[in-house]
């Protein structure tokens, strides 16, 4: 008799076993939707396209932006105009990207970190004043303002690694002041949209080219920008500007790679430059 109730208990055991088996996974996923259902979830995302935005050295950051000018068809200054590329409506057009790297207009506008039109020009005075007191510039240079000036967002990108990007202004005389008196002003210049650092500047000055020291400016204008190492090319060759007034530097770009940076200046006009280039 206890054998037989002990097998009825284990043929019970085992049905329930088994119905369990079979409806459990149905009710419980039931029992799950409809408490999900009834219910607001949030979950936290990283904003469209932040995922593109690495944070990058300055000394990769100015590697990038370099490939990305010189990909370009850039103005230098107005005493070459010739070589510089217009629009119908008079504005300067950017050539065509060539190889791996592009310098493009920005036209999704500045982030909520980045620095916006309506603070560049209070941005840009702030980089300026901070050239000056490093001695890269004299402090006769004005400051500037939205009257006078022209501004627009670019962003320099590696185009097999987009995630590699740098968002720059560039700040210039505006095209309606071709008469106007540009002494001891700012012509031209690139500023990380970012942190407001001046990666390039066209400037008239008083100064005469014996009264720049370029290893004294590039030493100056690289511990502003943060970059590490920097030394003189070896060669120099004359026909690499198109002034006789200019020295050459190297710095540690990305990976062996290296980022070339000028310090020059246009006689007859006294127009002093500092730019970067591959």
């Known amino acids: 008799m206890k054998k037989v109730i002990k097998n009825l208990l284990f043929l019970l055991f085992a049905c329930l076993i088994m119905a369990f088996s079979i409806a459990g996974p149905q009710q419980l996923t039931k029992y799950r939707d409809k408490a999900m259902m009834e219910e607001v979830h949030t979950i936290l995302k990283e904003d469209e396209g932040e995922g593109y935005r690495y944070t990058l050295s300055p ?10 000018l010189s990909s370009q068809t850039l103005p230098e200054s107005e005493q070459y105009a010739g070589t510089k590329m217009t629009g119908a409506d008079g504005e300067m057009e950017y050539g065509g990207s060539e190889g791996n790297f592009a310098f493009v207009v920005n036209h999704r506008g500045p982030s909520g970190s980045e620095i916006t039109d309506s603070q560049i020009f209070e941005t840009c005075n702030k980089g300026l004043d901070a050239l000056k007191a490093a001695n890269v510039l004299p402090d006769s240079v ?3 303002d939205g009257t006078d000036y022209d501004g627009t967002m670019y962003s320099a990108i590696d185009v097999l690694e987009p995630r590699n990007n740098v968002a720059v202004w560039k700040l210039g005389l505006s095209n309606e002041l071709k008469n106007a008196d540009k002494e001891n002003r700012l012509i031209d210049a690139c500023i990380d949209a970012d942190d407001g650092k001046i990666y390039e500047f066209y400037v008239r000055t008083p100064l005469l080219w014996e009264d720049i020291d ?3 400016v590039v030493a100056a204008w690289s511990s502003y920008m943060g970059l590490e190492g920097g030394a003189a090319m070896e060669d120099q060759n004359p026909l690499m500007e198109t002034t006789p007034y200019f020295k050459k530097y190297l710095f540690a770009g990305m990976g062996e790679e290296r980022t070339v940076v000028t310090v020059g200046f246009y006689e007859g006009i006294n127009e002093l430059f500092l730019k970067i280039t591959r």
Do not use: G, M, T
């Open 214 to 216: 370029p290893d004294a």
């Open 59 to 68: 000394n990769e950051k100015v590697y990038i932006l370099s490939q990305s």
């Open 142 to 144: 004005r400051n500037v």
